[in-house]
Nanobody, 125 residues
Framework: QVQLVESGGGLVQAGGSLRLSCAASGRTNSMYAMGWFRQAPGQELEFAAGINWSGGSTYYADSVKGRFTISRDNAKNMVYLQMNSLRPEDTAVYYC??????????????????WGQGTQVTVSS
């Protein structure tokens, strides 16, 4: 069992930046690909970014490519999402998720094994 806790969300103006963090605990000695997902009000949950277990391969949704950067520090059991040039349409609850796999699923799926509780990101215009 793996527990995931997100932090770093908040209110930011359009064009600003936020850095989300995800702390993993529990059985973290297995290989997990990690992903960030988001759900806007009234919208379905969607994939934003993913990273393989080693951190050597990343994958982004077209909507965030070039603005968001996912990274991880396995020694600290942490995953990050650096979000730059934020737009009002990035407003959503952001979730961290872990998948028992070395690689990120392509195309991305919602079939992740563990999920955090989410952190709210609000971008004002």
């Amino acid at each position: 069992q793996v527990q995931l806790v997100e932090s770093g969300g908040g209110l930011v103006q359009a064009g600003g930046s936020l850095r989300l963090s995800c702390a993993a605990s529990g059985r973290t000695n297995s290989m997990y690909a990690m992903g960030w997902f988001r759900q806007a009000p009234g919208q379905e949950l969607e994939f934003a970014a993913g990273i393989n277990w080693s951190g050597g391969s990343t994958y982004y949704a077209d909507s965030v490519k070039g603005r968001f950067t996912i990274s991880r520090d396995n020694a600290k059991n942490m995953v990050y999402l650096q979000m730059n040039s934020l737009r009002p349409e990035d407003t959503a609850v952001y979730y961290c998720a872990a998948q028992r796999s070395y690689s990120v699923s392509r195309p991305p799926s919602l079939g992740y094994d563990y999920w955090g509780q989410g952190t709210q990101v609000t971008v004002s215009s």
